[in-house]
Nanobody, 119 residues
Framework: VQLQASGGGLVQPGGSLSLSCAAS????????MGWYRQAPGKQRELVAA???????DYVDSVKDRFTISRDNAKNTMNLQMNSLKPEDTAVYYC??????????????WGQGTLVTVSS
């Protein structure tokens, strides 16, 4: 599985930004797709994820501001980020979790894309 992320950039506080991720390769086995972020000096954290069946999960700090969407037919995923705050500044990573025949799971990562929220 290969992941290609796009989007990111510099935005003022209160602004909006959209991230996109396209998956290719053995995409039929992908169960969960999501976005993680890592701020300087902090651990990588899950921002939002969406399963193939449609269930979603968000970190509390982005609920009601970020929306994850996924197109299973096109193997793409978007993260719409509204009301951005300086604390949202981080490198954002696209993630795909593959469900293996053994029942184990394997993670794939896209290249990071920097989101900077600053005036």
């Amino acid at each position: 599985v290969q992941l290609q992320a796009s989007g990111g950039g510099l935005v003022q506080p209160g602004g909006s930004l959209s991230l996109s991720c396209a998956a290719s390769g053995r995409v039929f086995s992908i169960n969960i797709m999501g976005w993680y972020r890592q701020a300087p000096g902090k651990q990588r954290e899950l921002v939002a994820a969406k399963s193939k069946s449609g269930s979603t999960d968000y970190v509390d700090s982005v609920k009601d501001r970020f929306t994850i969407s996924r197109d299973n037919a096109k193997n793409t995923m978007n993260l719409q980020m509204n009301s951005l705050k300086p604390e949202d500044t981080a490198v954002y990573y696209c993630n795909a979790r593959e469900l293996l025949p053994s029942g184990l799971q394997k993670d794939y990562w896209g290249q990071g894309t920097l989101v900077t929220v600053s005036s």
